[in-house]
């Protein structure tokens, strides 16, 4: 299962385009709400989460989803956000984050000798990675993204990652990428 965690004042492009493409490729993705079930993006659409957190099954999770905006404040300061990535670090699963949600992971010192990406402006907090410009990057079990205009080759990227190369080429076919 893919858990996609929103808080307050996601990104909405950066959370529902991967969730989106994910979805298109068959893959289990379950949106878990951090302050409440209805929440509300950076730009004013609120949706419905699947679940709570509190709802999360970390014995099914595959890979966990920070999206980022301006809620990725209230991510960090979550503390089950944040016994989910420890969790998640600790069982060698993937975490997947874009925007400046890297930013959580790199001060947890979990992008030590990694390649990583994010939002221009929060490279510092990228403690220990080797930042590289790339829309979208995966070096081991982490997947950091820019922002949203790379939120398609986010999704993409999780999609090859859990698939098939071959399954995200033919998905962007069929999607007009």
Do not use: W
């Not at 808080?7 to 379950?30: K, N, Q, S």
């Not at 709400?33 to 699947?50: E, I």
């Not at 956000?81 to 969790?87: A, K, P, S």
Request: charged share 25%; glycine share 10%.
């Amino acid at each position: 299962m893919i858990y996609v965690l929103l808080a307050d004042g996601f990104e909405e492009i950066e959370a529902i385009e991967p969730i989106d493409i994910m979805r298109r490729a068959g893959l289990m993705v379950t949106t878990a709400g951090v302050n409440g079930q209805l929440v509300k993006g950076a730009h004013g659409v609120t949706v419905k989460a699947d679940i709570l957190i509190e709802g999360v099954i970390k014995t099914d999770m595959e890979l966990l989803m920070l999206p980022g905006g301006p809620g990725h404040v209230s991510l960090d300061e979550n503390e089950n956000v944040q016994e989910l990535i420890d969790y998640a670090n600790e069982n060698d699963l993937y975490i997947a984050a874009i925007c400046a949600s890297p930013s959580i992971i790199g001060r947890k010192g979990l992008l030590k000798g990694k390649k990583a990406t994010c939002f221009p402006g929060y490279e510092q907090y990228l403690i220990g990675a080797t930042y590289v410009p790339d829309k979208a990057v995966i070096d081991g079990k982490i997947i950091t993204a820019r922002g949203a205009g790379a939120a398609s080759d986010f999704g993409f990227l999780i999609v090859e990652t859990l698939r098939k190369k071959s399954d995200a080429k033919e998905l962007k076919e069929n999607m007009q990428y």
